[in-house]
């Protein structure tokens, strides 16, 4: 079992930063692929980032290669994603999520976060 929780969430303006943080409980974070997602309004969950356990593969959806860049540290417990050069499409809600297998779609994670709001102004 693991739970995880998100933070880091918040307003900014388009064109800025912000840095996610998906703290695990449970000793068994290290053999997780870690990934992220977000829903936006009346939207479907969308695939961001994903990162294998040792950090060794990284997996990306384009609209966000290149400005999205997830990393983890397994001693912490914790996978981030940072975001830069934002834009107001990437208002949503944000989750972590984990799963046994290397994987961008959503039915194959198994535990998952809360959540926490990016709001993107113009």
């Known amino acids: 079992q693991v739970q995880l929780v998100e933070s880091g969430g918040g307003l900014v303006q388009a064109g800025g930063s912000l840095r996610l943080s998906c703290a695990a409980s449970g000793r068994t974070f290290a053999r997780y692929t870690m990934g992220w997602f977000r829903q936006a309004p009346g939207k479907e969950r969308e695939f961001l980032a994903a990162?294998?356990?040792?950090?060794?593969?990284?997996f990306y959806a384009d609209s966000v290669k290149g400005r999205f860049f997830i990393s983890r540290v397994n001693a912490k417990n914790t996978v981030y994603l940072q975001m830069d050069s934002l834009k107001p499409e990437d208002t949503a809600v944000y989750y972590c999520?984990?799963?046994?297998?290397?994987?961008?779609?959503?039915?194959?994670?198994?535990?998952w976060g809360q959540g926490t709001q990016v709001t993107v102004s113009s």
């Open positions: 990162i294998s356990w040792s950090g060794g593969r990284t």
């Open positions: 999520a984990a799963t046994d297998v290397d994987s961008r779609t959503s039915h194959e994670y198994d535990y």
